[in-house]
């Protein structure tokens, strides 16, 4: 069985800050690891993903995580945030190939200060 | 390419009636999985059709059941709508025999209220 859990439901930095969210992952086999976001009145869009290569993966939109084993933590950053990012960021683990269901953290709402 | 594309956008129902969700997923993939979002919560797994076949499945009642045609498109059955039923519903796509089997692709949604 797989767990997600992300700390802090609101996360508010200012324009130009770095921005980091956080997920721990419990998974009782090597997970698949994913980091979603979702705009207001729409679908999922897939930012990265962690498939046992590189532990530091880069995605779109200037985002980046690092899977950290001895952690069980997968977090997410960026080093400049824009207005653009506002939206809700999930963190998803799959136990097995990345097509299988999928379990999803409860979201982090990201706040950007003008 | 259209992507995964799900009907109606919205819907609303009463307790007590059935719903039937439609998803086309994505040129090329073969499985569809389908996902309940409540508000202000993270998606959770329903299940997932591969080959026609329910091939995983997640922690939901037997009201909940499914259905893949030999297109791939596939169908979200909901009986008995409880008020709990009110959500967004997700349909992603994957190919498990192809290039996508590491990643899903997630339609817009259909969002259900129940009264």
């Known amino acids: 069985a797989q767990s997600v859990t992300q700390l802090g439901s609101h996360v508010s930095v200012s324009e130009g800050a770095l921005v980091l969210l956080r997920c721990n992952y419990s998974?009782?086999?090597?997970?698949?690891l994913f980091w979603y976001v979702q705009y207001p009145n729409q679908g999922l869009q897939l930012l990265l993903k962690?498939?046992?290569?590189?532990?530091l993966v880069k995605g779109i939109n200037g985002f980046e995580a690092e899977f950290k084993k001895s952690e069980t933590s997968f977090h997410l950053t960026k080093p400049s945030a824009h207005m653009s990012d506002a939206a809700e960021y999930f963190c998803?683990?799959?136990?097995?190939?990345?097509?299988?269901?999928?379990?999803f953290g409860k979201g982090t709402h990201l706040i950007i200060q003008p | 390419d259209a992507g995964v594309t799900q009907s109606p956008t919205h819907l609303i129902k009463t307790r007590g009636q059935q719903v039937t969700l439609r998803c086309s997923p994505k040129?090329?993939?073969?499985?569809v999985s389908w996902y309940q979002q409540a508000l202000g919560q993270g998606p959770q797994f329903i299940f997932q059709?591969?080959?026609?076949?329910?091939?995983q499945r997640g922690n939901f009642p037997d009201r909940f059941s499914g259905h893949q045609f030999p297109n791939y498109s596939s169908e979200l059955n909901v009986n008995a709508l409880l008020l709990g039923d009110s959500a967004l519903y997700l349909c992603?796509?994957?190919?498990?025999?192809?290039?996508?089997?590491?990643?899903?692709?997630f339609g817009p949604g259909t969002r259900l209220t129940v009264l």
């Open positions: 992603a796509s994957s190919s498990i025999a192809g290039a996508d089997y590491n990643e899903q692709f």
């Open positions: 998974s009782s086999v090597p997970p698949y």
């Open positions: 962690y498939t046992s290569a590189a532990t």
């Open positions: 998803a683990v799959s136990g097995g190939i990345g097509a299988d269901g999928l379990t």
């Open positions: 040129s090329g993939h073969d499985t």
């Open positions: 059709y591969y080959e026609e076949e329910e091939r």
